[in-house]
């Protein structure tokens, strides 16, 4: 790879840390706007706003950057694409409208019907008189209340009863963010499951599906707490085993990628289903547009082969030339560390000890998520300061590695879930068990007098 190649990452959060991380490792040279202290490291940091368009196209312009890659789904959303794409310049990322299958809940179930994609059924309402006559008239059961827009993950109510939905309906109306989001109110069938994400690349023909993960939403240990943008995650998850992923990409993915070309809306970029694997099969409970955070960071940790060449072939549109990407053996998890208060309001400023003695351990990355550069110091910046990811040989070896990093760091109000990665574990163990008895039974059926019939 010639040491010119100049990309730019759009974004400052553990995510886009990652990605310059791995660009930069792919032999890249790498700009980050606006990036963050972890960042500085890498790449160099641009001190433009993620969602000043118009900004980011002059430092691409004046720059010569080769590819940029978009982060998060704000930019997306607003049309970064579009306008650098109608500029001459290579970007990787879905346009504005097809970002619309994260930014919109409405037009993902359109789409998702039209490629016969399983989900949960719903109903949608254009106000909230007319969501809540719809909830008095139902039966009485578990649903899901979604705003339309995006909401800042604010948007989505999981409830028990029909109070508890019409009081998310109240809410929804009521509260001004919301309320702008709610272009209209989703009533869904609540799912039950184990919630997995499975992302894939996509030049809008060819896709290539990556290694299954779990994120860890709920603020504290044993899914408790509000939802956050994510406590922790890993890769890959025993909850998908190649026949799932398989299934889920054939029954899925695909089905998506083509009703998004049939709907004349191509999809460029990277297409992140979240899934709940019910006991009909895997369903989609949400698309993101965009690498998950913190998702990307251990993929990322995995990922052995060159992430420029993927994005390079996809914005190309020639991914179906392009090899396979290949990963590291064993597993990968991130622990994401954050300041006291996170998900609500958060202080900021406090001195960040023992960042290096962490990132001495050997197979540990920090990447950093909302730290900057004050008097010297690293501090933190923000609600999820660090993303403290490590890989290991097996899963819970990665996991011994990532909290032995995480215990290295240090600042004041500093907290993190201590069990990220324990619902895989548990998963492993319940595996091996089954596999230990169905090693047994053939014996046991060879003597059967009876062959079983079915
Ligand atoms: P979303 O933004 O649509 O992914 O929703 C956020 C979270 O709400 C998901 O990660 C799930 O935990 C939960 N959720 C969303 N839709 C459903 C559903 N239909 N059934 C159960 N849980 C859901
Ligand atoms: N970690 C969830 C997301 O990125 O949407």
Request: proline share 6%; with cysteine.
């Amino acid at each position: 790879m010639p040491a010119s190649r100049r990309v730019l990452v759009v974004g400052g959060g553990g995510r886009e840390h990652a990605l310059a991380w791995k660009l930069a490792g792919d032999g890249a040279e790498v700009l980050v706007a606006p990036g963050n202290a972890g960042t500085a490291a890498v790449a160099e940091n641009v001190p433009m706003a993620a969602t000043d368009v118009a900004g980011l196209l002059d430092v691409a312009r004046c720059r010569g950057i080769d590819l940029t890659v978009v982060g998060p789904e704000a930019p997306l959303v607003a049309g970064i694409v579009d306008e650098f794409t109608a500029a001459g310049l290579r970007i990787f990322g879905p346009t504005k409208r097809a970002a619309a299958i994260e930014g919109s809940k409405s037009f993902c179930k359109q789409i998702l019907h039209r490629g016969d994609v399983p989900t949960a059924m719903y109903r949608e309402f254009r106000s909230a008189a007319r969501a809540r006559e719809h909830l008095e008239a139902r039966e009485d059961m578990p649903v899901v209340i979604k705003a339309d827009g995006l909401a800042a993950g604010k948007g989505v109510f999981v409830c028990q009863n029909r109070a508890e939905a019409s009081a998310a309906v109240s809410s929804l109306a009521s509260d001004p963010l919301l309320a702008a989001a709610a272009g209209s109110i989703l009533v869904e069938e609540r799912l039950d499951g184990v919630e997995v994400s499975v992302l894939a690349i996509t030049d809008g023909r060819t896709i290539v599906t990556l290694p299954p993960l779990q994120d860890h939403k709920a603020a504290h240990d044993d899914d408790q707490g509000p939802n956050t943008g994510g406590m922790g995650a890993y890769c890959p998850t025993p909850f998908v085993d190649d026949a799932l992923l398989a299934e889920i990409e054939g029954r899925i993915l695909v089905p998506t990628v083509h009703a998004m070309r049939r709907a004349k809306v191509p999809f460029q970029g990277v297409l992140y289903a979240g899934l709940m694997i019910t006991a009909q099969g895997p369903k989609v409970l949400e698309f993101n547009a965009r690498f998950g955070d913190p998702e990307c960071e251990p993929l990322l940790m995995r990922m052995e082969s060159s992430l420029l060449e993927l994005l390079d072939a996809t914005v190309d549109r020639r991914l179906d030339a392009c090899a396979a990407p290949r990963w590291r053996e064993g597993a990968a998890v991130s622990v994401v560390m954050a300041s006291a208060g996170y998900p609500g309001a958060v202080t900021k400023g406090q001195p960040i000890r023992g960042l290096e003695a962490a990132a001495g351990l050997p197979d540990v990355q920090v990447f950093h998520a909302a730290t900057r550069h004050l008097d010297g110091q690293v501090v933190a910046d923000g609600g999820r300061v660090l993303a403290v990811t490590a890989l290991g040989p097996s899963l819970g070896r990665a996991k011994l590695h990532a909290y032995t990093a995480v215990k290295e760091i240090r600042w004041q109000g500093a907290w993190c879930r201590k069990d990220i990665a324990d619902k895989g574990l548990r998963r492993e163990r319940d595996l091996l068990a089954a596999e230990a008895v169905s090693q047994e039974s053939p014996a046991d059926d060879t003597t059967s007098p009876e062959p079983a019939t079915s």
